[in-house]
Every structure is written in structure tokens, then in C-alpha cells.
């Protein structure tokens, strides 16, 4: 049973635009929400992350929107950047003490020139 | 943010045998997970190293194929045991740190067994 879902394996946007990832779960004890950026041979590198007590967290060109009720969160990239391709996953926790992240299967950006 | 290196950074194995796989971080940390990616596949948390005690492993997951060693806040080690091909994968060590809690990650180890 998938607990953190991303519906869309892959996302294709022209440069200076908007790049929306979408993020589903299905846990309600969940209340921290991460999201990762990878590159091919590399980890994933933290992005920006929202607590469920706030609905918007931003940090530069990176917006995320947390829906609790509808239990879904997305990330926005504006303007978006060649730079910004990469694997973005979406990760949640229950913020308790030895609670580690549960993954989505990631969405692959890839931003065009 | 926590600095974390892993050792090797890719193998390539022959099924049967055993890999170890280092994890190293700058600063000491409580928690130390290790994970997996399996191609195509989301990260799976293998299990929580702890220090002082032996590792939480997650539902299909045990102590006789990943063993999991933490001798102290800022090293554990994994080792992928009795290798078979559905072993390839990319083996994750992340921490916990910083007032914020965030989980961050290494680099990988790419593991390929023939």
C-alpha cells in the first residue's frame, strides 16, 4: 500500500515557465512533508519541506502548497531552469521520534531551453 | 545540513558473495537509516541504525541479509548478504539533523550483482 503517491512519472516544461509536482498521501498522521531533488549518481538532496500546521512554505523560485484535507501537497517552480531537471520525490513522516521518511516514486522534470 | 560520505561509491559483485558499505558523517547524529532504490523504484527504508543496540529492520527486511553495525553517532555500516541479481540496487544512508529535523542523504553506493 503506496502511502505518499506521485501520479506523474514525468514532467517536460519550457524554460522561464512553471513546473507544478504533484504529491498524493493517504496517511493522516503525517504532518511533515519533504520534497528531495536527485540527479542521476547522486543522493537526494533536500529541497524545501512544510509542516501540516502551515498550508504554503517558500523558499526562492520553490513554493510548496500543502491541501490537508484533501491530503495533497505540491511543488512549484517558477521561473523554472535546464538546471532544475532532475527527479524530484515527495516525502512525509509522522513527526515522531525514530520516524523515518516514507517515499513517493518520483517525478522526473525536465526543464527545456 | 550533515556532510555524508559512503564507501565504495559502485561495485560490481558476483551472487553469493557480500558487501559491506560505510557510512561516514561529519557531525554525531541519533538517527542513521539506511535505505534502498531499486531501478525505477522509490526509496524503501531497509532499517534504522541505532547506536548502542541492533537495527530496527521494516517489513521484508532482516537482520541475516543486512546486518547493520553503528559502533558509534557518526559511522554505520551495511552489509548486503548472499547477493543475488534482485540485490542491484542503490544503497541510501541518510541522517537526521539540525533544529528542523531534516533527513539528509549520501551520495549512494550502486551495487551490481551478476
Known amino acids: 500500500d503506496q502511502q505518499v503517491k506521485q501520479n506523474s512519472p514525468s514532467l517536460s516544461v519550457q524554460e522561464g515557465r512553471i513546473s507544478i509536482l504533484n504529491c498524493d498521501y493517504t496517511n493522516s498522521m503525517f504532518d511533515y512533508f519533504l520534497w528531495y531533488k536527485k540527479y542521476p549518481a547522486e543522493g537526494p538532496t533536500f529541497l524545501i519541506s512544510i509542516s501540516s500546521i502551515k498550508d504554503k512554505n517558500e523558499d526562492g523560485r520553490f513554493t510548496v502548497f500543502l491541501n490537508k484535507s484533501a491530503k495533497h501537497l505540491s511543488l512549484h517552480i517558477v521561473p523554472s531552469q535546464p538546471g532544475d531537471s532532475a527527479v524530484y520525490f515527495c516525502?512525509?513522516?509522522?513527526?515522531?521520534?525514530?520516524?523515518?521518511?516514507?517515499f513517493g516514486k518520483g517525478t522526473t522534470l525536465s526543464v527545456s531551453s | 545540513s550533515a556532510v555524508i560520505s559512503q564507501k565504495p561509491s559502485r561495485d560490481i559483485c558476483q551472487r553469493g558473495t557480500s558487501l559491506t558499505i560505510q557510512c561516514q558523517v561529519d557531525?554525531?547524529?541519533?538517527?542513521m537509516f539506511w535505505y534502498r532504490q531499486q531501478p525505477g523504484q522509490s526509496l524503501t527504508l531497509i532499517a534504522t541504525a541505532n547506536q548502542g543496540s541492533e537495527a530496527t529492520y521494516e517489513s521484508g527486511f532482516v537482520i541475516d541479509k543486512f546486518p547493520i553495525s553503528r559502533p558509534n553517532l557518526t559511522f554505520s555500516t551495511l552489509t548486503v548478504s548472499n547477493m543475488s541479481p534482485e540485490d542491484s540496487s542503490i544503497y541510501l544512508c541518510?541522517?537526521?539533523?539540525?533544529?528542523?529535523?531534516?533527513?539528509?542523504f549520501g551520495p549512494g553506493t550502486r551495487l551490481l550483482v551478476l
Open positions: 557531525s554525531q547524529v541519533t538517527m
Open positions: 516525502a512525509a513522516k509522522a513527526n515522531q521520534a525514530g520516524t523515518a521518511l516514507i
Open positions: 541518510s541522517v537526521v539533523s539540525g533544529a528542523l529535523e531534516t533527513q539528509y
